[in-house]
């Protein structure tokens, strides 16, 4: 994997307080980044910040606390973040959940959807004009998305819910979300990029509940370690080698193939206009 060292960007991350996100950050802060994450504890996002800080003491990096469930929240943090920061080298969408019960937001959205699928949405979306030339769209999918099976009468989980189905469909979502939005990108500099992890050991899952919360526990005795999961991340974020690749799906550093849904390019336009609809949020398609 490249080593690049980055010249001073601003780097803009979700999820950053623990797991891959937290090993991402301080990465790319070692690397010369200023990074500018969103937490939703202050205990967690302080902690962050001093590590950041103490990695690169002259390097101005801020915390922006948000509810990334809830639509509003999104939508102002986003706005915080486009108000301070004149321009956004990287962008990387990582905040993510899971939970073993159907659990609806204040927007009434299933919550997995709305965390791992609508925040990636509504926070590109509305920081489209601070992105620089060849700035760089990260997302976090993974591989279960090849157990995900999108149904668009049914997007919110209310029939025989599933927490494992539902975080299966929130990571096709972030696939078929970076296709579309590449295709919107098309005559810019700027890329958009997703990435399957691996099985890594972190605090995702951890408050699930039910048995699966108990297999996630037992599995992470033989997962990756979160500096492992991350290095994709990382690779997407900073390496020369992919600067102009956009639209694709990495594992381990290689450019793979996602499952057949993911690669649906009619799904992947309605899923952009009904998220736009549910969030009042759109990116018009100068390419169509």
Not at 54 to 77: C, F, G, T, W
Not at 207 to 236: N, V
């Amino acid at each position: 994997m490249s080593e690049a060292i980055l010249n001073a960007p601003t780097v803009v991350i979700t999820g950053a307080t623990s797991g891959l996100g937290a090993v991402a950050a301080e990465t790319l802060a070692s690397r010369g980044a200023r990074i500018i994450f969103t937490a939703r504890d202050r205990t967690r996002g302080q902690a962050t910040l001093a590590r950041l800080r103490a990695i690169e003491p002259h390097a101005n990096h801020s915390v922006h606390y948000a509810d990334l469930s809830i639509i509003a929240q999104m939508k102002r943090v986003a706005g915080e973040i486009a108000g301070i920061e004149p321009q956004i080298d990287v962008l990387i969408n990582n905040a993510g959940m899971m939970t073993n019960r159907r659990t609806l937001t204040e927007d009434r959205l299933e919550l997995t959807f709305a965390t791992n699928h609508m925040s990636y949405f509504v926070l590109t979306s509305l920081l489209r004009e601070r992105f620089a030339p060849g700035a760089r769209i990260v997302s976090t999918a993974s591989a279960m998305h090849t157990r995900g099976a999108l149904n668009f009468d049914d997007l919110q989980s209310t029939r025989n819910f599933s927490g494992m189905r539902a975080y299966a469909n929130s990571k096709l979502c972030n696939i078929l979300f970076t296709r579309e939005l590449a295709k919107r990108l098309r005559g810019t500099t700027i890329t958009a990029n997703c990435f399957h992890p691996g099985f890594v050991a972190t605090r995702f899952g951890s408050s699930s509940g039910g048995p699966f919360e108990f297999l996630l526990r037992l599995g992470k005795y033989f997962a990756s370690t979160p500096r492992q999961g991350a290095q994709t991340m990382i690779y997407l974020a900073c390496a020369p080698e992919v600067a102009d690749v956009s639209g694709g799906y990495f594992a381990n550093c290689v450019a793979v193939e996602p499952s057949p849904a993911a690669r649906d390019d009619a799904s992947a336009k309605r899923l952009w206009e009904i998220s736009a609809k549910l969030s009042g949020v759109d990116w018009p398609d100068d390419n169509r």
